[in-house]
């Protein structure tokens, strides 16, 4: 009975790692965080962004703010209404779904005279680690989720190996 309910969780771990070992956390901005006289675009865009994913954005607080806006109010650096506004200073947003996302700061004209505006492309979540390049001196594309797959199917392995040990 004990062998079972160890070769039960074994399982279920197996199901549940993948996405907790595949998602990345990134800081937008890196060391600078959230704030104006930023390219936040060149910040993107060597970054692959998946679902399940995080993005934290880290500030004072009172000073900036994080809106997700749609692609129409970052164009027009429209302002949603302050309530809609995340303000800690240290906001996590985990990225749920795939597409493009928009977001801004409404403090003053932040977003509109200083570049404090952030878009991405979302992608489905990584399944498996990135394939190999075709040259094998060029980074991985995707590094960050390489890695972590390649842990993860270490850990799958060491899991394996231990409940067939226990059965």
């Known amino acids: 009975m004990k062998n079972q309910r160890f070769v039960g969780a074994i399982a279920i ?4 790692l993948p996405a907790v070992a595949m998602a990345t956390e990134f ?9 104006i006289n930023f390219d936040y675009e060149a910040w993107a865009k060597d970054k692959v962004f998946h679902v ?3 993005l934290v954005f880290k500030y004072t607080a009172g000073r900036h703010n994080v809106f997700k806006v749609n692609g129409t109010a970052f164009t027009n650096g429209t302002i949603p209404p302050a309530n809609e506004a995340i303000t800690t ?5 985990t990225l749920a779904t795939p597409g493009r996302k928009w977001y801004i700061c409404g403090v003053n004209d932040h977003c509109g005279n ?7 492309t979302v992608l489905e979540e990584s399944a498996s680690p990135a394939p190999a390049p075709s040259n094998p001196t060029a980074p991985a594309p ?3 989720h390489g890695i972590s797959g390649s842990g993860y199917q270490l850990l799958m ?7 067939f040990l226990a059965v």
Not at 27 to 35: A, C, L, P, R
């Open 114 to 120: 200083y570049g404090q505006k952030l878009v991405i």
């Open 52 to 54: 399940g994913d995080k």
């Open 27 to 35: 800081t937008v901005g890196d060391d600078q965080g959230w704030t």
């Open 142 to 144: 995707n590094s960050a």
């Open 13 to 16: 771990l197996a199901f549940v």
């Open 157 to 163: 392995a060491a899991m394996v190996a231990l409940a």
């Open 89 to 93: 200073g240290n906001d996590v947003i």
